[in-house]
């Protein structure tokens, strides 16, 4: 049972800089939805901040924050809150989202820290999820996070992971990429991972790309194309909760756009076949 509609539909891609002049001419028929960092554009003005509008007057939008530090001992910073606030209604963005885990300190830094796997910071975490969802007044979802290093874990990732998103009421943004990484450096099946979460708090998936360090070390850096297992981890995605809205993530080492958008056009892909084996009853990996 669903408890909540979907965000937007189909298949996304990230928005960044260097991509605003080779996509201006994208359609929507290309990109269903599009996501931004709101601290990299609540400020911007100017030429620049012309051609975003340009981008939010033609796609559905998605935020998805860097730093407001959900875990941090740092009160919650509400001029950070405010403005998010307001970009959100001032693009008529969709949907805001943040990283289950805290910056190192409260000076935004974008290197994100695992939270400890612990029943207090369920609770610590939780409360200041829902003080964020008053805040905005709408539900926030909240990502499943790459981590190399797990301090004080008295409980399994899964078992946390839960826990926040049962008592603080608020959506999963599901991030396939991130479940394989943690997998391989953590040493867990992905799949049963997958199959723990629950499906019906998916406001939309997030895929990416990592990089290969050794055989059992992978650091997500949304800096290559989509590996094999973790396109293969979304449509297992879809095989158990049915097909969501899907977005590429891509920081670093950009391609061209062409290549960009066969990536998004795979996603579109893979959604098309679930779509139509869930019609006929049918679904398979
Ligand atoms: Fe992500």
């Not at 554009?41 to 975003?52: E, M, P, S, T, Y």
């Not at 190192?104 to 409360?127: C, K, R």
């Not at 973790?230 to 097909?243: N, T």
């Amino acid at each position: 049972m669903w408890t909540h509609r979907f965000p937007v539909q189909g298949a996304g891609l990230g928005l960044r800089r260097a991509l605003m002049s080779p996509l201006s001419s994208l359609t929507t028929d290309q990109v269903s939805f599009m996501e931004v960092a709101p601290e990299n554009w609540i400020r911007v003005g100017g030429r620049l901040g012309h051609q975003f509008r340009s981008f939010t007057e033609r796609f559905p939008f998605v935020c998805h924050g860097l730093s407001l530090s959900i875990g941090s001992p740092a009160p919650l910073d509400k001029e950070l809150l405010g403005s998010i606030k307001h970009f959100l209604s001032e693009h008529g963005i969709r949907s805001y989202s943040e990283h289950l885990s805290y910056c190192s300190d409260d000076g935004h830094l974008y290197d994100l820290m695992p939270i400890p796997f612990t029943e207090e910071a369920v609770h610590y975490v939780a409360g200041r999820i829902r003080q964020v969802q008053d805040f905005l007044g709408q539900r926030i979802a909240m990502e499943n996070v790459s981590y190399y290093a797990a301090p004080q874990q008295e409980m399994s990732e899964i078992d946390f992971i839960n826990a926040v998103l049962d008592e603080a009421d608020c959506d999963l943004l599901l991030d396939v990429n991130n479940i394989f990484v943690n997998s391989i450096n953590h040493r867990y099946d992905p799949e049963l991972f997958l199959r723990q979460l629950p499906g019906e708090r998916v406001a939309y998936v997030h895929i990416a790309g990592h990089y290969e360090e050794a055989d059992d070390l992978r650091v997500d850096t949304h800096g290559s194309d989509v590996v094999d297992p973790v396109w293969q981890l979304l449509a297992k995605s879809y095989e158990l909760f049915g097909v969501m809205p899907t977005l590429l993530e891509r920081d670093f080492n950009l391609p061209p756009v062409t290549e960009l958008l066969s990536e998004v056009d795979y996603i579109r892909q893979l959604q098309g076949t679930f779509e139509t084996s869930s019609s006929k009853g049918v679904a398979h990996v």
